[in-house]
């Protein structure tokens, strides 16, 4: 597939170690590089009244870098505990770890809860990492567990890039005109996160950035002006005003896509929408944006995701899923994007009886009218690549070892324009609203398996709701 990296969020069984071991040792002039992940095993810093600097919330998360090093070195032993892979690494994998991104994609009101609760945090001047005069007490947080995590791994003798978790929520930059308070209410900073010459992998910044999300794509001046090669592209917009905040520190988009549901969530500039889509369209589309990426002179990218994820929900899907939320993993739902999004189908085998054929365009036969079919795909075996692959589609993500408790979410020919974006200022931004980790649309808490969604609307989130 032209594959040359993935992306994984946590740690993964000893299983795929070994085999990833196996592969690139059968196949040492093209290796597949990996990006490590690590997960907050407590993401009730939202609630806490210190937020991310809650004793629980920060021991767990230490203990999990110390564990996903271990892990990676072949040196972990975990007995099984819900939520969490289990067993005995002995597959040394660190030859080939490209790099490491570790957090979520942060919930704003818990890293203003963050910011306010710990003004008086000191700051971090460890041997590998540091924080600049100008950070917040989330970036002091994040600096911290960064040198941690070096520390950890030059005590095995490596070095490699090491980043945090960002997404266009809490980007540093400021859009006036997003219509939802809590998707700018706050920033978190990579120029204020900053390595030192004792650690010579140094750092990037992370963006999980789709063309569709937030709101501020469509409405932005700076943005809905921005041309690339003579075309309006307000995702070209937002790309270049993230390169042009960070500078010389190098910017990757480690999540993009669109997915190939018949439903959908959002709507995006220029068709691209979070949803709607045919397998081909979506791949094209995809590609596309992978090509946008790499012509504003960003670093790298992960197209978002490796197989589809039947656990996932979304907001305009929740109520029909609440009933069966224990039980969401065991069957997926056209109507709900969020499972879609992945570059190899988890198809639940050959439909029985046979049945007529009811396809979306065309003509095929082999599928069964009494149940929904995968658009464009062609045939129905447990586990196939349903779409093409595109020459330069250099790198993928994967969740698939996610706990089941989570449902969670990217040179040359310069564009004409610059966008408009400035930096937000650095803490204290007032805030209104109130802590929300249940439905919306009712009093009961939101059930196992179910976050955030990625759009407003009705249904479970994490984030805080506009008051």
């Known amino acids: 597939m032209g594959l040359r990296s993935v992306r994984i969020y946590t740690i993964h069984?000893?299983?795929?170690?070994?085999?990833?071991?196996?592969?690139?040792?059968?196949?040492?002039?093209?290796?597949?590089?990996?990006?490590?992940?690590?997960?907050?095993?407590d993401e009730t810093y939202?609630?806490?009244?210190?937020?991310?600097?809650?004793?629980?919330?920060?021991?767990?998360?230490?203990?999990?870098?110390?564990?996903?090093?271990?892990?990676?070195?072949g040196e972990l032993e975990r007995t099984p505990a819900r939520g969490r892979a289990e067993g005995r690494w002995r597959a040394d994998v660190s030859a080939w770890i490209a790099g490491w991104i570790i957090g979520v994609e942060w919930d704003p009101h818990g890293v203003e809860l963050t910011d306010r609760s710990n003004r008086s945090a000191p700051q971090v001047r460890g041997r590998y990492f540091r924080s600049t005069a100008a950070a917040t007490p989330t970036e002091r947080w994040l600096a911290r567990h960064l040198d941690r995590l070096a520390e950890l791994e030059l005590a095995h003798g490596v070095s490699m890039p090491l980043a945090f978790t960002?997404?266009?929520?809490?980007?540093?930059?400021?859009?006036?005109?997003?219509?939802?308070?809590?998707?700018?209410?706050?920033?978190?900073?990579?120029?204020?996160?900053?390595?030192?010459?004792?650690?010579?992998?140094?750092?990037f910044a992370s963006y999980h950035a789709y063309p569709y999300y937030p709101d501020f794509q469509r409405h932005e001046p700076g943005l809905t002006s921005y041309e690339l090669d003579g075309n309006v592209d307000p995702y070209a917009g937002y790309l270049a005003a993230l390169r042009d905040h960070h500078g010389k520190t190098p910017v990757l988009v480690t999540e993009f896509g669109v997915p190939s549901s018949i439903g959908y969530a959002h709507e995006g500039p220029l068709d691209r929408d979070q949803g709607g889509h045919t397998e081909q369209e979506a791949m094209a589309i995809d590609a596309e944006l992978l090509r946008v990426i790499h012509r504003q002179g960003l670093s790298g990218a992960f197209l978002?995701?490796?197989?589809?994820?039947?656990?996932?929900?979304?907001?305009?899907?929740?109520?029909?899923?609440?009933?069966?939320?224990?039980?969401?993993?065991?069957?997926?739902?056209?109507?709900?994007?969020?499972?879609?999004f992945g570059l190899k189908a988890a198809d639940a085998g050959p439909p029985e009886p046979p049945g007529r054929v009811v396809q979306e365009s065309g003509t095929r036969s082999g599928r069964s009218a009494s149940r929904p079919t995968r658009r464009g795909s062609t045939s129905a075996s447990t586990s196939r690549t349903h779409?093409?692959?595109?020459?330069?589609?250099?790198?993928?993500?994967?969740?698939?070892?996610?706990?089941p408790s989570r449902a969670p979410r990217r040179p040359t020919g310069r564009a004409t324009t610059r966008s408009c974006s400035t930096p937000k200022p650095a803490r204290g931004r007032p805030t209104s609203g109130r802590s929300s980790t249940r439905c919306r649309s009712t009093s009961r808490p939101c059930p196992r398996g179910f976050s955030r969604p990625r759009t407003a609307g009705t249904g479970c989130s994490s984030r805080r709701t506009a008051s």
Request: charged letters at 25%; glycine letters at 4%; aromatic letters at 14%.
């Open 46 to 73: 939202n609630e806490r009244e210190r937020g991310l600097y809650d004793k629980r919330v920060d021991g767990a998360f230490a203990s999990e870098i110390e564990d996903a090093v271990k892990a990676v070195h």
């Open 304 to 340: 978002f995701s490796w197989i589809d994820e039947w656990f996932k929900f979304t907001w305009n899907t929740f109520r029909r899923h609440a009933p069966v939320a224990e039980r969401l993993q065991l069957w997926y739902d056209p109507w709900t994007n969020e499972q879609w």
């Open 13 to 41: 069984p000893p299983a795929f170690y070994t085999e990833l071991a196996r592969y690139n040792r059968a196949h040492p002039d093209a290796p597949l590089y990996l990006v490590q992940g690590v997960y907050l095993p």
């Open 387 to 403: 779409r093409p692959a595109p020459c330069d589609l250099g790198s993928t993500s994967s969740r698939a070892a996610q706990p």
């Open 166 to 203: 960002n997404w266009p929520t809490t980007d540093p930059l400021s859009h006036p005109t997003e219509p939802l308070p809590q998707e700018d209410l706050v920033g978190v900073d990579a120029n204020h996160v900053a390595p030192t010459k004792a650690w010579p992998g140094g750092t």
